[in-house]
């Protein structure tokens, strides 16, 4: 089943004001908005009436986040600042306990979590860049992509290239998405890294 939602109430960044000065607030909030928008109790009373929850999983997941002027921009798809490209996440996954995953995840994480609990056994690095989200560790970096460029995201910052057809710039920026001075300088290895990886499965 698939459900698509929009118009989920803003919730004020835990990481600074955004417009309108907004107070911070627990990011848990947002997850208590996911929640009460999509209903999850009543789908989850329904699956039990069903006697098919402890066979479902559940995702329910932002396709990108939204900006509301934290990094000097409005709206998605604009940057690759966290508040664009970070989007909440809540999953059920019958018998396991709940908590939140503090790892680096990614939306590709999603394929690799339903084949490990349907019982393939293959390492989840030959169908997909993705981890297990029940894996206690999982990767340090990740790809988000855009329409004309895509992002390599680390812990201590982003660099962003071109993917399009002669769109050959490269630009790196820190953890508050700040331009770094010097650009690529000390990135070369990591994005040459990323490049051929994005090729695996391609023929």
Not at 11 to 20: F, K, V
Not at 55 to 65: E, K, N
Not at 95 to 105: D, K, S
Not at 163 to 192: C, K, M, S, W
Request: glycine share 10%; with cysteine; hydrophobic share 35%.
């Amino acid at each position: 089943m698939f459900l698509h939602g929009t118009s989920i109430e803003y919730c004020p960044s835990a990481d600074n004001q955004g417009i309108g000065g907004h107070i911070e607030e627990e990011p848990m909030k947002k997850v208590e908005a996911i929640v009460r928008h999509f209903k999850l109790e009543d789908i989850k009373n329904a699956l039990a009436e069903r006697g098919v929850l402890d066979d479902t999983l559940i995702f329910i997941c932002g396709d990108h986040g939204e900006e509301f002027g934290e990094r000097g921009f409005v709206g998605h798809g604009i940057s690759y600042t966290s508040f664009q490209c970070q989007s909440m996440m809540v999953a059920h996954i019958p018998g396991q306990t709940p908590r939140r995953v503090q790892r680096m995840t990614s939306h590709v994480d999603v394929v690799p979590t339903i084949f490990t609990y349907f019982g393939v056994e293959n390492p989840s690095n030959d169908f997909s860049h993705g981890v297990p989200l029940t894996d206690e560790l999982g990767p340090t970096e990740t790809v988000v992509a855009g329409w004309n460029d895509a992002a390599l995201v680390t812990a201590n910052g982003t660099v962003v290239f071109g993917t399009a057809a002669g769109n050959f710039d490269v630009a790196v920026f820190d953890q508050r998405y700040r331009p770094v001075a010097g650009g690529i300088a000390g990135h070369q290895e990591a994005l040459t890294r990323t490049l051929l990886r994005l090729r695996e499965f391609t023929r």
